[in-house]
């Protein structure tokens, strides 16, 4: 497994990823651009750098001074439960505690996705608020938080 910087070439992949895996609620292609050319930390997962085929991969903006936003995760259907994501979380936390004066992480999970909430919560991610509707199928979100 390689852990590399999203690129411009990426785009369609990650398009096409985050549409099969987040349906109604995925990213524009044009915001997934504007995140490709300003991100704070947009890392995918590949298998090999012969394939070069996307596993996963993951978004973290800076919207505050102190403060990260964890905006997107994903990792393939068919590859999930193999330890990938916790391998690409675990990178991602370590380039983000390099950033000077970041003190904590957010992000925004579907309160009904029991194995992202697990993943987070074996971070010490906690649980901050339920925030109702939150998706456009009005599906409830945890706030979790990580403080570092």
């Known amino acids: 497994m390689i852990i ?6 990426d785009l369609d992949e990650i398009y096409n990823l985050e549409r ?8 524009s292609k044009e915001l997934i651009l ?19 085929s996307i ?10 001074e102190e403060r990260v936003n964890l905006i997107n995760f994903l990792i393939k259907k ?10 690409l979380l675990r990178h991602t936390l370590k ?7 970041i003190k904590t992480i957010v992000l925004n999970v579907n309160s009904k996705n029991k194995a992202a909430i697990s993943l987070y919560q074996k971070f ?8 109702e ?3 456009r199928d009005k599906q409830s979100a945890y706030l979790m938080i990580l403080d570092i």
């Open 4 to 9: 590399d910087t999203v690129t411009l070439k």
């Open 20 to 27: 099969r895996s987040f349906k109604k609620d995925s990213f």
């Open 34 to 52: 504007n995140l490709i050319i300003k991100n704070t930390c947009f890392f995918k997962l590949i298998d090999d750098e012969s394939s070069n």
């Open 55 to 64: 596993i996963g991969f993951i978004i973290i903006i800076q919207d505050r």
């Open 78 to 87: 068919g590859e999930r439960k193999r330890g990938y994501g916790s391998f």
């Open 95 to 101: 380039k983000v505690k390099t950033i000077d004066k």
């Open 124 to 131: 010490d991610f906690r649980i901050a608020q339920r925030i």
């Open 133 to 135: 509707n939150y998706y």
